[in-house]
């Protein structure tokens, strides 16, 4: 696709369930991000994947956050008993050699 | 760790008044760095970025930084700003060593007609 697409947009969940996100990288694109952008926190980095290489989790708040890469392109990330302050608008973005990384719409997540 | 700081949280501007938003980052090696747009209901695009050579780098739209290596500082400007430039800012920086980007806070961005 011209684009990274990100599914749902919106998602509405009660406290305590999981939640799989899904991210569509640029074709081609071997880097694939996570963020979250939260009202209070701005901007966080949560996870890295590059090719093959195992990926970079630094970025995860708890062992609630899981993301995995199939075959080198699509990636789903999953949050387990959902709290609240993982209300956010979490965001995906893909780069190629050049590393410029282009975004997602992303997929606000609300959890009542 | 690398941090970013965004001077300003909320900017107006009249329609052709001139735009410089601040970024400074911390860290002392080698840095790529970034800015970016969200516009009311869009997705984080970019506008431009800078990894070495010349330190004024144009962007998309009639944008232009400044990097500034002694101050640590990656400016944005534009001569005229648009009702359309309504939107947030963020800077971000990339080390060599780090793949992922540290944003800064943002700038709120508000072009009144």
């Known amino acids: 696709g011209a684009g990274v697409s990100q599914s749902p947009s919106n998602k509405v969940t009660e406290k305590g369930k999981d939640v799989e996100l899904r991210c569509d990288p640029i074709?081609?694109?071997?880097?694939l991000y996570w963020y979250r952008q939260s009202l209070g926190q701005g901007l966080e980095f949560l996870i890295y994947?590059?090719?093959?290489?195992?990926?970079?989790k630094s970025g995860l708040p708890s062992d609630r956050f899981s993301a995995e890469r199939t075959g080198g392109s699509v990636s789903t990330l999953t949050i387990q008993r959902t709290q609240q302050e993982d209300s956010a608008v979490y965001l995906c973005a893909s780069s190629s050699q050049e590393e410029t990384q282009y975004f997602g719409p992303g997929t606000r997540l609300l959890v009542l | 760790a690398q941090s970013v700081s965004q001077h300003n949280h909320h900017v107006i501007l009249s329609e052709a008044a001139s735009l410089e938003l601040g970024c400074n980052y911390s860290y002392g090696g080698t840095v790529n760095l970034f800015w970016y747009v969200q516009y009311p209901g869009q997705h984080l695009q970019l506008l431009l970025k800078?990894?070495?050579?010349?330190?004024l780098v144009k962007g998309i739209k009639g944008f232009e930084a400044e990097f500034i290596k002694s101050k640590f500082s990656f400016n944005l400007r534009k001569p005229s700003v648009q009702w359309s430039d309504t939107a947030e800012y963020f800077c971000a920086v990339r080390t060599v060593s780090a793949r992922q980007l540290t944003f800064g806070s943002g700038t709120q961005l508000t072009v009144l007609p």
């Open positions: 074709s081609g694109h071997t880097a």
């Open positions: 994947f590059q090719g093959n290489s195992a990926p970079d």
């Open positions: 800078y990894f070495s050579g010349d330190p």
